[in-house]
């Protein structure tokens, strides 16, 4: 059974920074993509940031460089360091991983408030 280990979240005050990770427990092959999504209360889950198997990367438009997507393909593994948070970075951030079947984490709250 494959599962989607999360960690890093936590409250930050703003201009802060958090580093989160995710890692791959089990069976797992042909990761294409890993990636991060983010949802706030009351608003629809968004693309954060994505990464393929050759480092090819994507970004939501509200990211304006302060996040930075990495992966380690050996150990299926992938980060987001995430730099110059603002308050309306608050939200639960899930990490995403497509090959041939979709895996998602169970998220991790992130809170950024003074």
């Known amino acids: 059974q494959v599962q989607l280990v999360e960690s890093g979240g936590g409250l930050v005050q703003p201009g802060g920074s958090l580093r989160l990770s995710c890692a791959a427990s089990?069976?797992?092959?042909?990761?294409?993509?890993m990636g991060w999504y983010r949802q706030a209360p009351g608003k629809e889950r968004e693309l954060v940031a994505i990464?393929?198997?050759?480092?090819?990367?994507h970004y939501g438009n509200f990211v304006k460089g302060r996040f930075t997507i990495s992966r380690d393909n050996a150990k299926n593994t992938v980060w987001l360091q995430m730099n110059s948070l603002e308050p309306e970075d608050t939200a639960v951030y899930s990490c995403?991983?497509?090959?041939?079947?979709?895996?998602w984490g169970q998220g991790t709250q992130v809170t950024v408030s003074s």
């Open positions: 990464i393929t198997a050759g480092g090819s990367v």
């Open positions: 995403h991983m497509k090959g041939p079947y979709d895996y």
């Open positions: 089990g069976a797992i092959f042909r990761i294409n993509v």
